[in-house]
């Protein structure tokens, strides 16, 4: 089993940063793929950022490229989001995810509001 905690969310003004955090716990050897994904109110959950703890490779979705950052630390088992310039639209519960051998794993989630 692998354990999920995020850190990082809160109130933010249109044009503003976060910084999420997620750590993993437990099982973290032979995690393939940690990344984050949102859900805003009405929505279905789709990908934000996502990358392979083995080379680095990353992808994101094309409404937060230019945007958002993903990057991990794998001694930590730890994968960071950096948000900037975020918009009203960003809003939702970003949830944090890790593949390992096949199976998903998901975080609590932890909420971004960006209003004014």
């Known amino acids: 089993q692998v354990h999920l905690v995020e850190s990082g969310g809160g109130l933010v003004q249109p044009g503003g940063s976060l910084r999420l955090t997620c750590a993993a716990s437990?099982?973290?050897?032979?995690?393939?793929?940690m990344g984050w994904y949102r859900q805003a109110p009405g929505k279905q959950r789709e990908l934000v950022a996502i990358?392979?703890?083995?080379?680095?490779?990353?992808n994101y979705a094309d409404s937060v490229k230019g945007r958002f950052t993903i990057s991990g630390d794998n001694a930590e088992n730890t994968v960071y989001l950096q948000m900037n310039s975020l918009k009203p639209e960003d809003t939702a519960i970003y949830y944090c995810?890790?593949?390992?051998?096949?199976?998903?794993?998901w975080g609590q989630g932890t909420q971004v509001t960006v209003s004014s």
């Open positions: 995810y890790a593949q390992r051998i096949y199976t998903d794993y």
């Open positions: 437990g099982s973290t050897f032979s995690i393939n793929a």
């Open positions: 990358m392979s703890t083995s080379g680095g490779r990353t």
